[in-house]
């Protein structure tokens, strides 16, 4: 009974964390601009590098990957469960899970978030980070290559599951089935960028200190 207390706790606390609209919090606190009025109209840490800058960005990426990050190692405190384990494994996922869908649907803005690549890339790399930095290291390039984040952002998680079943041998049923559910949430959260690129009107990555207007 205590340990389905803490469970129930842990899914609490992995959506309160996930709810936490860095975004917009950064930015109305420092710069006082709601980000979604600008750029994308995305709270999230793309919209945050093109409507403040580098450093707000960097900043909002860093706070949305640690929200992955932290409730996934919430499994950690349940005693009963051995690391490493199965289960371990699919409380690690839960919690995980739990913080996407706060990040996407915040109980902090009114149930509208970001696209949660950077909470997921937290749960990923909480839970093995070797598939997650070759799919960091895809985003990257592609990212250099073309200079479209949400191209980049899809590309790596549709390759993470590649990574997970074929690079790293997992065999995982519950894990392998979040790595392709990862991939299917990437492309689901970027239908409208899917659709920009197609028409060619796809905002490339680049740097800008002002904000400027939603388009």
Request: proline share 3%.
């Amino acid at each position: 009974m205590v340990e389905i207390i803490y469970i129930l706790a842990f899914i609490l606390v992995s959506y309160v964390l996930g709810s936490m609209p860095n975004a917009i919090w950064i930015g109305k606190v420092f710069h006082n601009i709601d980000v979604r009025e600008y750029g994308s109209g995305n709270a999230g840490a793309t919209n945050t590098f093109r409507v403040l800058g580098k450093k707000p960005g960097t900043t909002v990426l860093l706070l949305d990957m640690l929200k992955g990050f932290t409730s996934t190692n919430l499994a950690y405190f349940i005693g009963s469960v051995e690391v490493g384990s199965t289960q371990f494994v699919n409380f690690q996922l839960l919690f995980g899970l739990t913080a996407v869908l706060g990040h996407l649907f915040p109980m902090f803005a009114k149930f509208k978030g970001g696209k949660g690549v950077a909470t997921l890339f937290g749960v990923v790399i909480a839970i093995h980070w070797l598939s997650g930095m070759l799919s960091l290291g895809l985003f990257v390039l592609v990212l250099f290559a073309t200079r479209y984040v949400s191209l980049s952002s899809i590309l790596a998680c549709v390759f993470f599951p590649f990574a997970v079943a074929v690079i790293f041998k997992q065999e995982e049923p519950l894990f392998i089935a979040f790595a392709i559910s990862a991939a299917i949430l990437a492309i689901g959260t970027h239908q409208k960028n899917i659709k920009r690129m197609f028409v060619g009107e796809e905002n490339k990555a680049k740097l800008i200190p002002k904000h400027r207007e939603k388009n």
